[in-house]
């Protein structure tokens, strides 16, 4: 079955700390794969996204991610946490055919000290 | 332009009592999705749909659960004789036409609270 685990349910960073959110997904082909951040009271926003080629992407808010294929890994990082960052960020997994029925991880919260 | 709506915001009912849940895709996306997110959990796939094609329903946990798309736009979710574990956050997401891949917009959620 498709699955996309996020192992950690929370996390704190000290601002102006790098962050590093894991990410590993199960599934039958190499998926296209998403971070979305979800701030208190907001929708889902789109931060990156993996289609295929170069396995580093760079997203919004200074946010990248690299996609391992040997380890099934899709971790997210930022070089320098702000306390703005502070929310819940998914990370997903969808078909790279067809329409984009995704598969959520579980979430990790961010909590960002000072 | 606006982004994608939903409403209401909170919706708290009671056992056994039938909700409807709406959403206001952006103009133009063809494509409309529902989601859920409770408690713990990641989001949920509920129902697919696309153009005037059959809806994908493969998502629904039971026959409690129906959605309609009317004009191709707006979309309602209804649960019928709600339970308490219907309770959990409700997304609805669109995307244009999924000729390849569409990034999907989403919504601010139905917080549905079941007594």
Redesign the interface.
Known sequence: AQSVTQPDIHITVSEGASLELRCNYSYGATPYLFWYVQSPGQGLQLLLKYFSGDTLVQGIKGFEAEFKRSQSSFNLRKPSVHWSDAAEYFCAAGPNTGFQKLVFGTGTRLLVSP | GA??SQSPSNKVTEKGKDVELRCDPISGHT?L?W?RQSL??????LI?F?GNSAP?K??LPSDRFSAERTGGSVSTLTIQRTQQEDSAVY?C?S?LD?GG?????????TRLTVL
């Open positions: 982004g994608v494509a999705y989601y713990g959990q990641g989001l949920e796939f697919y696309q994908d493969s998502g997304l997401a995307s999924p891949y569409n990034e999907q917009f989403f919504g601010p959620g």
